[in-house]
């Protein structure tokens, strides 16, 4: 089952034995999840296809109503032919560019193979991580407020002692190479396919 951002803080806080929150704020909690979201996603993103509109007598279609993208991998345009017709895309910014030799004469429909990043909302019918994805999440925002708190408390008094900075860290940095050997096995090889321009 799918599981809400309450259930992925209650984790990473059971992770890190401070489930009162007497070590990590949950605002540091939050923002931490938050960029370790955008970072897992960018090894395991979030695989979308999008419906667009071309413009006339342009190769670039606008992308910007697309939210949270991290990349267009290709297009398919003219949509829903037998078979596919997928195009190379050139992506600038909020801006792909379509890799053929004749642009659309007119405002056509236009399918966009996109990589975005995950969504983690209160809902769990919301969220796009699958169960894998979501222990990687909480182990990576569990070592990152590790390695974080280790070198806040490096020079501070520690009720737990001198060694209480490095064993935070020495664990968080153990645990952040087993979490992106993970991810990046996850990943796999990157390909990319050359598609026709005609």
């Known amino acids: 089952m799918a599981q809400t951002r309450a259930n992925i803080i209650d984790a990473i806080e059971y992770k890190l034995q401070d489930e009162n929150n007497a070590i990590y704020s949950a605002n540091e909690i939050n923002s931490v999840l938050d960029d370790c979201l955008v970072e897992l996603s960018l090894y395991s993103p979030y695989m979308t296809k999008e419906s667009l509109s071309t413009t006339a007598n342009s190769f670039d279609v606008d992308v910007s109503s697309l939210t949270?993208?991290?990349?267009?991998?290709?297009?398919?345009?003219?949509?829903?032919?037998?078979?596919?017709?997928?195009?190379?895309?050139m992506q600038y910014g909020s801006v792909c560019r379509l890799l053929v030799e004749t642009a659309p004469t007119s405002a056509e429909?236009?399918?966009?193979?996109?990589?975005?990043?995950?969504?983690?909302?209160?809902?769990?019918?919301?969220?796009?991580?699958?169960?894998?994805?979501?222990?990687?999440?909480?182990?990576l925002t569990a070592a990152r407020l590790a390695i974080s708190k280790g070198t806040y408390y490096i020079n501070r008094a520690n009720i737990g002692g001198a060694w209480v900075p490095k064993?935070?860290?020495?664990?968080?940095?153990?645990?952040?190479?087993?979490?992106?050997?993970?991810?990046?096995?996850?990943?796999?090889?990157?390909?990319?396919?050359?598609?026709?321009?005609?």
């Open 68 to 89: 949270d993208l991290i990349k267009v991998d290709y297009a398919e345009w003219k949509v829903d032919k037998s078979p596919k017709q997928y195009r190379n895309v």
């Open 109 to 139: 429909d236009i399918y966009m193979y996109c990589q975005r990043v995950h969504s983690l909302v209160a809902s769990p019918a919301s969220s796009t991580l699958d169960p894998v994805e979501e222990t990687l999440l909480t182990r």
């Open 167 to 198: 064993e935070w860290q020495q664990w968080g940095k153990e645990e952040l190479k087993e979490v992106l050997h993970l991810l990046k096995r996850r990943k796999g090889p990157q390909i990319r396919e050359e598609y026709s321009r005609v």
